[in-house]
């Protein structure tokens, strides 16, 4: 069965980091888009961080850019987000998600690999709790 595995949650304080995990079961992630997501109760989903499936260009939202960080093992099995300075705002739950040779573009908004709509594989959500 083709399916992800988030795994790295869990409380830290204001400034500490945190790496989340997400390994592929079944398959790796050749030519596919890979992105970290990350939702609170009441606030729709936002893409944090994506790697484009061609060429591995990266992309960061505004509220993270210079913070988290990107990266794939050289198997590409598993990826990771690197979370550095983070403060109670980060506080959320953390969702990755891969999409087979998702076109990479811009919509004048947002990277398509940061937009979550037609992603073919979700992991379970790993929550993040972030104190001050």
């Known amino acids: 069965e083709v399916q992800l595995q988030a795994s790295g949650g869990g409380s830290v304080q204001a400034g500490e980091s945190v790496r989340l995990s997400c390994s592929a079961s079944?398959?790796?992630?050749?030519?596919?888009?890979i992105s970290w997501f990350r939702q609170t109760p009441g606030k729709e989903r936002e893409g944090v961080a994506c790697?484009?499936?061609?060429?591995?260009?990266?992309y960061y939202s505004d509220s993270v850019r210079g913070r988290f960080t990107i990266s794939i093992n050289r198997a590409k099995t598993t990826f990771y987000l690197q979370m550095d300075n983070l403060g109670p705002e980060d506080t959320a739950v953390y969702y990755c998600a891969a999409d087979y040779l998702r076109v990479d573009y811009n919509d004048g908004a947002v990277w398509s690999c940061l937009d979550g709509a037609g992603f073919d594989l979700w992991g379970q959500g790993t929550l993040v709790t972030v104190s001050s």
């Open positions: 079944g398959f790796n992630f050749d030519d596919y888009a």
């Open positions: 790697r484009a499936s061609v060429g591995g260009s990266t």
